[in-house]
């Protein structure tokens, strides 16, 4: 426990590096070396905020050149979640990509009509706000919800609701992110809903889980400019 939390400060320092410092993507991070003196860490515990700063699409490492800035957090994130709890929040896309994309698999191959019934309500729903200017984020979550309903196994819905409050951020964030660019990428993120629902509906479950995945990937990366 406190190895990871020590990886959440270096992971939040190194944020800050990116902010403070205005890096643009394709910049160059100081070494490993350089970061474990700053923060007075180990070079294991920043390697670890790396690898996950990596995983969520922030940073890249580039074999014997260091790590480069790819991607830089939206600073209307802030306005969501507190700095130091990003590490922690999208940290639970690691968990939803597992969960969620078996969850639309097995979705598409379980579900009962009243399941599809409800699902496609709940997609319409989420259209109808998306395209409005109210907000949408209870909407998306039951989306989601109603999709891991469907699996007939409960302990998916517990763990979606579980992580319910971090989710909820993010998906406020990234609706809120969204609308503040070109109207293609509401679109975009409609559509991605759609094709989930699209394939549980045929009960296609490979096509389900690749959608679900996809579109995971794609919100991650409307968090950032």
């Not at 939040?12 to 403070?20: F, P």
Request: net charge neutral; with cysteine.
């Amino acid at each position: 426990m406190k190895a990871e939390r020590l990886a959440d400060r270096a992971y939040t320092a190194i944020v800050g590096i990116i902010t403070d410092a205005d890096l643009s993507p394709g910049d160059r991070l100081p070494s490993e070396a350089r970061l474990a003196e700053t923060f007075g860490m180990s070079r294991t515990i920043v390697r670890e905020a790396l690898v996950r700063l990596a995983a969520d699409g922030i940073t890249e490492a580039r074999r014997g050149a260091g790590s480069y800035v790819t991607r830089c957090p939206s600073e209307r994130l802030g306005a969501y979640m507190p700095l130091d709890g990003l590490a922690a929040t999208l940290g639970t896309y690691e968990v939803r990509f597992v969960v969620e994309a078996e969850g639309a698999r097995l979705a598409a191959l379980r579900r009962s009509s009243d399941d599809l019934a409800l699902i496609e309500g709940r997609m319409t729903a989420l259209r109808r706000a998306l395209l409005s200017s109210a907000p949408a984020h209870d909407e998306d979550f039951l989306l989601h919800r109603a999709i891991l309903e469907a699996t007939g196994n409960d302990a998916f819905v517990a763990i979606l609701d579980q992580l319910q409050d971090k989710v909820m951020r993010i998906l406020r964030a990234g609706v809120d992110i969204s609308r503040t660019r070109p109207p293609h990428v509401i679109e975009a993120m409609t559509d991605e809903h759609a094709a989930i629902v699209d394939a549980i509906r045929t009960q296609d479950g490979d096509g389900a889980a690749l959608a679900m995945r996809w579109h995971l990937w794609q919100g991650r990366k409307r968090l950032m400019p």
